[in-house]
């Protein structure tokens, strides 16, 4: 159904910018829809994501929260390369050039420290008021007058029904439950933040309205770029919904609302800013040894997945192990993708809904399909945004011919009747699939009860995934169970023999099992692969020194500190290794090192068992005097943490 073109009258300082079919104050029965829509959709979400609570930290939440340092104080909020704050995460994490989710996690730290609780709390929050933005959005939408009215008693009820099964669907669930994802959840809340201030501002009856939805667009817009890139699609996304459902023309959108993109636009440069030092270097970019044309090639075979995982969702992976694609493999994907493509374009020239809501698709996983990620070929929270339009269109779709068929079965229906009538009967449909979905979405959250559960399933379902091998591994390792952690990283490097991290960690399980000279073996290929690997520097430093090997373990440990700088645990270990090569000066500067940085990240434990230690050393010190090559008389100690 075409969008009516209708001419767009001048609008003068009080006129809203364009006409819709909403009263100028709510009536009761707008009142109770409200009310209806907001306690359905908090209860549905939190309900079905209650159990998300106790999720402990997975997957990249270790990066992203336990050993990120730059999120354990508030102020300062940017600091320095030495002492980063919350607004200047380090680089090569994935919230690197994401400063606000970064702040958003300083902030959860500060009131719970590392308890996952409300780290899942924030995220479960962000996701209801996602799903309430939705349907205003889409409630608004349907009442423009662009529609003729034909949606205007239907739209409550749509828009319920679409926000709640955009809300259970299990294709979000790696979003809400993986703390690290709520960069995508932020950057969705503020993409719609955005398109429905937007409409308001469009709507605004007098200046002073006018001027305040402007500046509430522009912060949500700005907001967004600090969260995630997609939100660089935003006021693309802004302009063709101006374009296709109110102003017609790009040239008439841009004369009525010039300040609005003026405002938008400019964001594109603090995006720039923010992304200038490539803060994500080693998992994103054209140089990272994928073609270009090989990544586009698979990515058309990724996106037919996305779209069977919509209609058909399972099975679900956190992990999604895709191999490369040459066109011979690739063409009939591309082909389909190129028809989709071309059909959805002429229906946006033609200024049709499903025009826009399949450019929506398109345009909002753009970024991922364009530019090579060579971590994660697909993940499912790259739909979090797109899957909004796909629901939208099989909603609307199903409601369209529903109302046909009741003006059909009595032609002496008045048409407002049999659009109420529609609109009740398809809430059943939509009811029980919100139903089906959420009961799919509490099967797939019972897969991520811990790490072990959440890799097993994803190995089982793809055996030659080595990523999923080694993070299994990696769980395996977190409960001792270190034979059956040797033996997923095995399999690992077998499927992937460049793979640094299965190396490194390997190195780690040997290490736990006195197998030191494997141990060593496993750190230097892992460093071979990865120069600037600095948990694998470290590590390497403390096998050196547990075999008394302490001048090589000195150049591992200053290796180490070009990359992690702020790591009290290096200098500690440092002075530890000063102090058995009985060198007292160099022990006790970087002893003091190790206190400083200890108290700036306010770790209290180490601080406690390093104080111990050097209290002692000290002492030992003003007793004793060691003569050269003796270190038998400075206190002995396991070198603190990797």
């Known amino acids: 159904m075409a969008v009516k073109k209708k001419p767009i009258p001048r609008v003068c300082s009080t006129q809203p910018l364009l006409p819709t079919a909403l009263p100028a104050r709510q009536t009761w029965v707008e009142r109770a829809w409200i009310a209806a829509t907001v ?33 354990v104080k508030l102020f300062p909020l940017i600091g320095d390369a030495q002492h980063p704050g919350p607004l200047n995460p380090p680089g090569d994490l994935p919230t690197s050039g994401r400063p606000l989710v970064n702040l958003s996690l300083a902030l959860n730290y500060y009131f719970g420290q590392f308890q996952p609780a409300w780290y899942h709390l924030f995220n479960i929050l962000v996701h209801t008021l996602s799903a309430l933005c939705l349907s205003a959005i889409i409630r608004r939408t349907l009442c423009l007058d662009c529609f003729g009215g034909k949606f205007n008693r239907a739209a409550w009820p749509l828009a319920l029904g679409i926000a709640l099964v955009w809300a259970v669907h299990p294709l979000n669930t790696e979003t809400v439950v993986e703390v690290t994802q709520r960069s995508e959840l932020m950057a969705g809340f503020f993409y719609l933040a955005t398109l429905y ?70 964001s594109w440069g603090f995006l720039f800013y923010l992304n200038a030092n490539g803060p994500r270097s080693e998992s994103a970019g054209f140089n990272l040894g994928v073609p270009a044309y090989i990544w586009w090639f698979t990515q058309a075979q990724v996106l037919l997945i996305y779209l069977k995982l919509v209609f058909w969702p ?17 063409w009939p994907y591309v ?72 003006l059909q079965a009595d032609a002496h229906r008045k048409q407002q009747r049999g659009i109420t009538f529609s609109a009740v009967a398809i809430m059943m449909p ?25 890799w097993q399933v994803t190995v089982d379902r793809q055996p030659d995934d080595y990523l999923a091998h080694a993070a299994l591994g990696g769980a395996f390792s977190s409960v001792h169970r270190y034979a ?35 141990a060593i073996q496993q750190f230097q290929i892992a460093l071979r692969l990865k120069p600037k690997y600095a948990e694998a520097h470290n590590n390497l430093a403390i096998e050196y020194a547990q075999s008394g090997e302490y001048a090589d373990a000195l150049q591992q440990f200053a290796e180490t500190l070009r990359y992690r700088p702020d790591s009290p645990q290096v200098y500690a270990n440092m002075a530890i290794a000063y102090s058995q090569m009985n060198d007292p000066d160099k022990a006790l500067q970087e002893a003091a090192l190790a206190l400083e940085h200890g108290r700036r990240l306010d770790q209290t434990k180490f601080l406690q068992k390093f104080e111990a230690w050097l209290a002692n050393y000290q002492s030992t010190l003003q007793k004793f005097s060691t003569p050269p090559g003796n270190s038998s008389q400075i206190p002995s100690q396991t070198l603190p943490e990797r």
């Not at 990249?60 to 990120?68: A, E, L, Q, T």
């Not at 409409?199 to 402007?214: E, F, G, K, M, P």
């Not at 770029?225 to 008439?252: H, S, Y």
């Open 39 to 71: 306690a359905l959709l908090s209860a549905s979400i939190w309900t079905l994501y209650a159990p998300a609570v106790n999720v402990p930290f997975i997957f990249d939440d270790s990066d992203s929260v336990i050993k990120n340092t730059s999120i």
């Open 197 to 266: 201030g937007s409409l308001r501002y469009w709507q605004a009856n007098s200046v002073w309205r006018r001027n305040l939805w402007l500046s509430l667009v522009i912060l949500c817009c700005w907001a967004g770029m600090a969260c995630k890139e997609i939100m660089a699609t935003a006021p693309i996304m802004v302009l063709l919904f101006d374009r296709t459902f109110i102003a017609g023309t790009f040239c008439r959108a841009w004369r009525q609302s010039r300040p609005l993109y003026i405002g938008m636009f400019l």
């Open 314 to 330: 399972w099975p679900l992976t956190i992990h999604y192990h895709i191999p490369y694609l040459t066109f011979l493999g690739a």
């Open 335 to 406: 082909l389909v993708v190129a028809l989709l493509s071309l059909g959805f374009g002429i229906l946006l020239w033609l200024r049709n809904w499903l025009g826009y809501l399949g450019a929506w698709v398109l345009i909002i996983l753009s970024p991922t399909l364009v530019v090579p990620i060579v971590t994660e070929v697909a993940a499912e929270r790259r739909m979090y945004l797109p899957l909004a339009a796909l629901v939208a269109m099989v909603v609307l779709g199903v409601f369209i011919l529903f109302q046909r068929r009741a």
């Open 430 to 454: 939509v009811s029980a699939l919100a139903l089906f979905l959420a009961f799919v979405g509490r099967q797939r959250l019972a897969e991520y009860k811990d790490d072990i559960t959440l």
């Open 484 to 518: 059956d952690a040797i033996e997923q990283f095995q399999q690992s490097i077998q499927l992937q023999p460049a793979y640094a991290k299965a190396h490194n960690h390997l190195g780690e399980a040997f290490s736990l099992l006195n197998r030191r000279e494997e």
